[in-house]
């Protein structure tokens, strides 16, 4: 067989088909993503790389300081802070506070927690100038101490408690000389010692105990070359790695002064740096990458590949940085920025190759299956494809170079002899013998009603006794007897119940009972008896939520433990309950990112992995998790082709998308725990940054938002708080769920694409915004939380004291107009009375006594008015006391008015004017009734009197308690001390004896 496939090999036009190198042992592959300024980057050339104590990634760029938070690039405008480049050569991070240093002009100095720049905030220095300084490299050593190379101007030290020491050619102190202009980087060693990479054929060292400058050089690195420009250094326990710009790399242990070559070869190496797996990775000027997992004893490099889109895309490497997730970030030149990230999924994936001119749909792949030897892949008008597990090439068969049928292979099926059968759009059934290299294809033949039906082969599955049933579109059910070479055909019949129920057959699947279960793309699901070649259907029922939820077939699985799985178009995913009846339903509701699901395998731990419209799921049938991966997990596409899947003998998966192959060891595929930090971003006021915006009137410049702070907003101010989880692997994994702790009883949830939330019209209060993140790739759910007081204030017209103030106003409103209806009915009254005293003394004179008792009555009532009056006031008095002790908010001049308003009720309440005026007009009707009372008892006081006078009217005691404005029990004692005055028994009436006075 190998020999007949050679010779195919040899007679056809070979295009070469994979992106990557694709070997038994693929899951060692490095794979990058790439950050450039498509994503938002300001540059595309990368100096230097840092990592903050929040998180965040920042890098120098060639225009610019960018601060990366997993999904978006910040843009730190250092312009407008009057300094002559924007170019960043070196940073360094040290607590709150990122160093920048520039090209040219010094050392700028960012706060992470004030947002604020600081250009060369260190004290002046005699030997050289700040803003002319050329920074080349920037080091924080163990002690706090900031270390800064220069070009020109040698090594400037600034200590922790910012004394600054400058180490250069032309030092007065011989211990701090420095026998170059240049350092291109630096080292510390286990003793604190530091060592700097300076040009010429020199390193330094600094020892921290003699704390002088020793000179190293090609004296003591004797038969290696040191002589370079740029240096780079790394300590690896005992051994100074050192990095010469066009030399090699050279090791040197310091302790024994033993040193030589690791890489002898003329390459320029930029940086390097150790992983978290100890391997050793060294960047170069044109050399792409180089990897050493034995300590340097050797190397494997990682060049840009044409067609690899997983690779490094540039060999012009700068900075490489290892982060505090393990992720390895290397800048470029030109290339942006290619970061290695250790905890995503290991997809691999191949498509056709770009560089030829191919029609559009040509890296679709329709079908994939295999054997020991390799994989066989059938592409949407490719042709049929072999890929050798060992070899690595991909060998194309076509029609125009191997006598192919068909360039569009929808399915394939291979028979106990290792032959192939294939399914083809619109050519027919295509047999392959492999062993002669012959093909033979199986086509409708109108005058032979033995032949198939219909050309469209879209599924192929094989029976115990040999037979081929085959899945067509536009053809119904097809059985294909191989000794006869005639086809039978099952199709729709509307005198039948029992027939299939649709013409267009999307899969098929024999199951473990030898039973044959026919996907429709319109009539939902059949399942067809061999024996009776009868068909039971199973399709949507609007009315049973138990059944189907799409009559849309894509694929049909039987799993390990005998479970029949069910992908739809539209429905989503469905396992059969045959003991019920019933189809179990997974939809996007359980977790699928899409309703649409093409493929299904399974692997060797029990789980389904699926692949669908929106990339490929993993469902875990015990618990029915869910875990998506998606296209920036390292899939080539999103979406996949219906049954174009297969897994190999090994255990490996293999999906077809409408964009090549994506092909996974799923033991190497961990579900992610995220522990990525949750950070606030921005807070906006009225579309405004209290941060960031220095004209907006309500500024927070400075506030750190991480700290749980408390923000205060007026009442008509709408705000957004924007937000995002540092998750550098995955950055579109994070789902976030919010909550205004006092408004809310239950989490509102977000993707990970909004970041932000807005808020208006929340009433005068105070309020915690809390904010948790959870991945959705984590098996158990971790959340951490954040949270911000947001203080509501109230307007000044809701106040307290302001309603205070409104409300004494209305009272005294009210007050002085309803004393103002008083005094004025005071008067009419007065002018009435005048008025009837001189009808009384009219009538008196007339001797006309009806009218004289008419008049006494209406005095009476005159009278009764008064008492009335007194009632109110009283009323009114007590009120302006009770308000007076009530109200605290009440200022000063607003109590002195209450009290004023007392004062003249109770004027107006001990006033004799009424009384005068009243026992004027009583003696004109009961004439020298008082004088003949005085002279019969003139121990009777003036209040006294006056009650005698009031029973003479023939009033009641509580009408003359409310005249004299008293109470009840006052006046009943009142009378009683009359009786006893005038000396009479307890049984005289006191009434009766003075209405009979006369």
């Known amino acids: 067989m190998y020999k007949s ?46 990592e903050d ?111 600054i020491k400058h180490y250069h050619i032309y030092s007065e102190n011989s211990l701090e000389i420095l026998h170059s202009p240049d350092c291109t980087s630096f080292a510390e060693d286990s003793y604190g010692n530091i060592w700097m990479g300076t040009s010429g054929s020199i390193i330094h060292k600094y020892d921290i105990e003699k704390q002088e400058l020793i000179a190293i050089d090609d004296t003591e690195l004797k038969n290696v070359n040191i002589n370079s420009f740029r240096k780079t250094l790394y300590f690896l326990n005992d051994t100074l790695l050192i990095g010469i710009e066009g030399n090699g790399l050279i090791y ?33 000027d044109g050399d792409g990458l180089l990897i050493s997992n034995d300590r340097g004893k050797s190397f494997h490099s990682i060049t840009v590949t044409r067609t690899k889109n997983t690779g490094i895309n540039t060999n012009a490497l700068y900075d490489i940085y290892t982060d505090s997730r393990k992720n390895i970030w290397i800048g470029t030149f030109n290339g942006g920025i290619n970061v290695h990230k250790p905890a995503k999924a290991k997809f691999l994936t191949f498509q056709n190759d770009l560089s030829f001119n191919q029609s559009v749909g040509h890296n679709s792949v329709l079908s994939i299956g295999g054997d020991s030897v390799g994989l066989w892949i059938g592409m949407d008008g490719g042709g049929l494809s072999f890929f050798d597990y060992k070899l690595s090439p991909v060998f194309t068969f076509k029609k125009n170079n191997s006598n192919l049928c068909s360039n569009i292979i929808t399915c394939q099926l291979s028979d106990d002899q290792g032959n192939l059968w294939l399914g083809s759009f619109s050519d027919g059934l295509i047999y392959f ?114 059944g189907l939820r799409s009559n849309s077939i894509r694929c049909l699985f039987e799993d390990s433990n005998n479970n029949i799985w069910i992908g739809t178009e539209g429905g989503g995913l469905h396992k059969l309950d045959e003991v019920k009846g019933e189809f179990v339903h997974f939809g996007i509701k359980k977790g699928f990112p899409s309703r649409v699901i093409n493929s299904i395998e399974q692997d060797d731990n029990g789980y389904l992995w699926i692949s669908t419209n929106k990339g490929i799921s993993v469902l875990n049938p015990i618990n029915e998790s869910i875990t998506n991966y998606y296209k920036d997990d390292g899939l080539l596409s999103s979406q996949f082709n219906a049954g174009s899947s297969f897994k190999d003998s090994k255990g490996r998966m293999y999906f077809g998308s409408i964009n090549g192959v994506t092909a996974f060891d799923p033991s190497e595929i961990t579900p992610y725990t995220s522990n990525a930090p949750l950070v ?58 919010y909550r205004i702790v006092e408004i809310d009883d239950k989490w509102k949830s977000i993707d990970a694409n909004t970041k932000s939330v807005t808020y208006s019209d929340l009433k005068p209060g105070n309020y915690t915004f809390e904010l948790i993140s959870n991945s959705n790739l984590v098996t158990e759910e971790s959340n951490t939380s954040k949270h911000i007081s947001i203080e509501i204030l109230t307007p000044f017209w809701q106040s307290d004291w302001f309603k205070a103030i409104v409300a004494l106003v209305i009272l005294l409103f009210i007050i002085t107009f309803y004393l103002y209806q008083i005094n004025k009915k005071k008067q009419l009254h007065k002018e009435e009375l005048m008025a009837m005293e001189q009808e009384i003394l009219i009538l008196t004179n007339k001797n006309l006594g009806e009218m004289v008792e008419k008049k006494s009555s209406e005095l009476s009532a005159a009278l009764l008015q008064s008492a009335h009056k007194n009632k109110s006031l009283t009323s009114i008095k007590k009120k302006l006391n009770d308000l007076s002790l009530k109200n605290k908010n009440v200022g000063v001049k607003e109590s002195g008015e209450i ?58 005691n509580s009408e003359i308690a409310s005249i004299q404005n008293i109470s009840l029990s006052a006046i009943e004692k009142s009378k009683y001390r009359i009786k006893k005055k005038l000396g009479f028994s307890k049984n005289v009436d006191l009434n009766h004896y003075i209405i009979s006075l006369s």
């Not at 007897?481 to 057959?505: A, C, G």
């Not at 004027?907 to 009243?918: A, G, K, Q, R």
């Open 5 to 50: 496939l050679k010779h195919i090999f040899q007679a056809s036009t070979l295009v070469l088909l994979l992106l990557i190198h694709f070997t038994i042992s693929y899951g060692q592959e490095i794979t990058f993503d790439h950050l450039t300024i498509e994503q938002g980057l300001s540059n595309n050339t990368i100096y230097s790389i840092v």
């Open 53 to 163: 104590s929040e998180g965040y990634m920042w890098f120098g760029t060639r225009d610019g300081l960018n601060r990366f938070d997993g999904s978006e690039f910040k843009l730190i405008d250092i312009e407008g802070v009057n300094i002559s480049t924007n170019n960043i050569s070196a940073l360094a991070c040290l607590e709150n506070k990122i160093f920048i240093g520039m090209s040219i002009g010094g050392v700028a100095v960012y706060s992470t927690e004030s947002h604020s720049i600081e250009i060369n905030p260190f004290s002046p220095v005699s030997s050289f100038q700040w803003d002319q300084l050329k920074i080349s490299s920037l080091f924080v050593d163990t002690k706090m101490n900031i270390w800064i190379g220069t070009m020109g101007d040698g090594v400037i030290r600034i200590d922790s408690t910012n004394n």
């Open 252 to 284: 040197y242990v310091h302790s024994t002064k033993d040193h030589g070559y690791l890489i002898k070869e003329k390459i320029l190496i930029r940086d390097i740096e150790m992983d978290h797996n100890e391997n050793m990775i060294i960047s170069t």
């Open 433 to 546: 013998d492999r062993q002669r290299n012959a093909y033979k294809c199986y086509t409708k033949d109108e005058l032979d009603s033995n032949s198939l039906y219909i050309n469209n082969v879209w599924s192929l599955q094989k029976d115990k006794e040999g037979g081929i049933w085959i899945g067509t579109l536009g053809g119904g059910l097809n059985h294909f007897n191989p000794k006869l070479e005639t086809f039978k055909h099952y199709l729709p019949s509307i005198d039948s119940t029992n027939s299939i129920s649709d013409l267009n057959v999307q899969c098929l699947l024999i199951d473990s009972k030898e039973r044959l279960w026919v996907g429709t793309e319109f009539g939902g699901l059949d399942l067809f008896d061999m024996t009776t070649e009868s068909f039971i259907n199973f399709s949507f029922d609007s009315k049973r939520n138990k």
């Open 680 to 737: 606030f971003l921005d807070f906006r006021v009225q579309g405004r940054s209290i941060i960031y915006d220095e004209e907006l009137k309500l500024n927070y410049k400075g506030i750190n938002l991480n700290n749980s702070p408390t923000i205060k907003l007026r009442h008509d101010d709408n705000f957004s708080i924007y937000f995002t989880a540092l998750d550098f692997t995955y950055p579109n994994s994070q789902k976030f769920k």
């Open 899 to 956: 009290k004023s308003l007392i004062r003249r009720i109770n004027t107006e309440l001990e006033s004799e004017d009424y009384w005068e005026l009243f026992q004027i007009n009583f003696d004109n009707v009961h004439q020298k009734f008082t004088q003949k009372l005085i002279e019969l008892h003139p121990v009777l006081s003036t209040t006294e009197l006056r009650v005698c006078t009031l029973i003479k009217l023939g009033m009641s």
